[in-house]
Structures are given as structure tokens and as C-alpha cells.
């Protein structure tokens, strides 16, 4: 079965940092492309960062971009998002998801965990 | 920037009653993929590459469309298909997200 677990979530002041870690389980981790999306309280869904399955090539939006970094330790099947300079509007929940064919063309996200709260206040 | 716009924003359904949602893209997309997400959950993948349903999904749930329209279609409202759905682009980055449809049960 598989499983995504995040972990590293809490209350931060707005410009400190915070490093998230999700723990994935049931599939082979170091053959899929792995992502981080965020969904603020009662608002939709914003894609956040991916990484390849080497780590070699990392993408992000102009939101996070120069700010967060997205990283992976296959040997541990293990991914992380180090945040950095949080502002208020990065306050929401954090989801781990898995890119469902790292192979195809066009990216869905086929297992998600079930997300860890980041909080940005001062 | 690939913007998706879904509508209706919200909507009401009763049981057994046909049910469309529709997602427009800014700019001609490959595929559309579309996720539940009932209270207090995580989304779900719901339906991939337009047409191809998720693991589990019933099959009274069809996707179709292409270029800027697509459409997900409940063929008979049941119960435990009130969520919100959100459209997906995965063509281009950044990958984008639609505002999401919320589908009550009337």
C-alpha cells in the first residue's frame, strides 16, 4: 500500500524558515517524480514545487521560487521542502503527492498524504 | 501561465440526477485531470488524461473534452459524490489548478 506521511509542520514567524519531510512507503521512491502542492484554509489547491526522480531538476512556481528548495534522499524514500523568508501567505496545508507516470508527458498526482499544517504569524 | 477557470462555482444535485462540471483553460491543454476532495480530506485523483477513470472510481463518472474545454460528467447523482472537484493542467509548468467546483446534495 502506499503511504506519504509529512511531518514538520507548526507555527513560524513570518521571515524564518521551517523544513518539511515526508516519509513515502509501499512503491519504489527513487522511480517517480515526487511533488509538494498547498492548499490554504478554505481555498483551493496551488502547486508547489517538483523534483526528478535523481533530484538532478527541480521546478517551481514564481511564488516560492529563490525561496523554497524541494530535495529527496531515495535511500531514506524521503522528500523534503525547505522554506525560507515564510510570509503570511505561505500559511496552509501542505501536501506530498506522488506524480502518477514520471514517464508521461503530461503530470497528474496519483497518492497524496494527508498533509501538515504550516502556520506563518507572528 | 496556464489559467483553468471551473464552473459552476458551486451547485446542488439531487439523487439520481445528471450532473456536468466544466473547466475552461487559458490556453490549449494535452490532457485535463480532475480530483475529488470531500471535508476534511485529502484529494483525491479522480479522473486522468481527460477520460481515464482513477483506481476505484465508479463508473457513473465520465471526463471528456479537449483544447481549452473539458468536462467531468456524473451520469446518476449519488450521495457520497458530494466534494469539491478541481480541474488540473500537467502540460506545462507551473502546473495549474482550477478554483474548484463544490457539489452539494440537494
Known amino acids: 500500500e502506499v503511504q506519504l506521511v509529512e511531518s514538520g509542520g507548526g507555527l513560524v514567524q513570518p521571515g524564518r524558515s521551517l523544513k518539511l519531510s515526508c516519509a513515502a512507503s509501499?512503491?519504489?521512491?527513487?522511480?517517480?517524480?515526487m511533488a509538494w502542492v498547498r492548499q490554504a484554509p478554505k481555498k483551493g489547491l496551488e502547486w508547489v514545487a517538483t523534483?526528478?526522480?535523481?533530484?538532478?531538476?527541480?521546478y517551481y512556481p514564481d511564488s516560492v521560487k529563490g525561496r523554497f528548495t524541494i530535495s529527496r534522499d531515495n535511500a531514506k524514500s524521503s522528500l523534503y521542502l525547505q522554506m525560507n523568508s515564510l510570509k503570511s501567505e505561505d500559511t496552509a496545508t501542505y501536501y506530498c503527492?506522488?506524480?502518477?507516470?514520471?514517464?508521461?508527458?503530461?503530470?497528474?498526482?496519483?497518492?497524496w498524504g494527508q498533509g501538515v499544517m504550516v502556520t506563518v504569524s507572528s | 501561465e496556464i489559467v483553468l477557470t471551473q464552473s459552476p462555482t458551486t451547485m446542488a444535485a439531487s439523487p439520481g440526477e445528471k450532473v456536468t462540471l466544466t473547466c475552461r483553460a487559458s490556453?490549449?491543454?494535452?490532457?485535463m485531470h480532475w480530483y475529488q476532495q470531500r471535508s476534511g480530506t485529502s484529494p483525491k485523483l479522480w479522473i486522468y488524461?481527460?477520460?481515464k477513470l482513477a483506481s476505484g472510481v465508479p463508473n457513473r463518472f465520465s471526463g471528456s473534452g479537449s483544447g481549452t474545454s473539458y468536462s467531468l460528467t456524473i451520469n446518476s447523482m449519488e450521495t457520497e459524490d458530494a466534494a469539491t472537484y478541481y480541474c488540473?493542467?500537467?502540460?506545462?509548468?507551473?502546473?495549474?489548478f482550477g478554483a474548484g467546483t463544490k457539489l452539494e446534495l440537494k
Open positions: 503527492a506522488r506524480d502518477r507516470d514520471s514517464y508521461a508527458q503530461d503530470v497528474s498526482f496519483d497518492y
Open positions: 509501499g512503491f519504489t521512491f527513487s522511480n517517480y517524480y
Open positions: 523534483i526528478s526522480t535523481s533530484g538532478s531538476r527541480t
Open positions: 490556453s490549449s491543454v494535452s490532457y
Open positions: 488524461e481527460t477520460s
Open positions: 488540473q493542467q500537467g502540460s506545462s509548468y507551473p502546473h495549474t
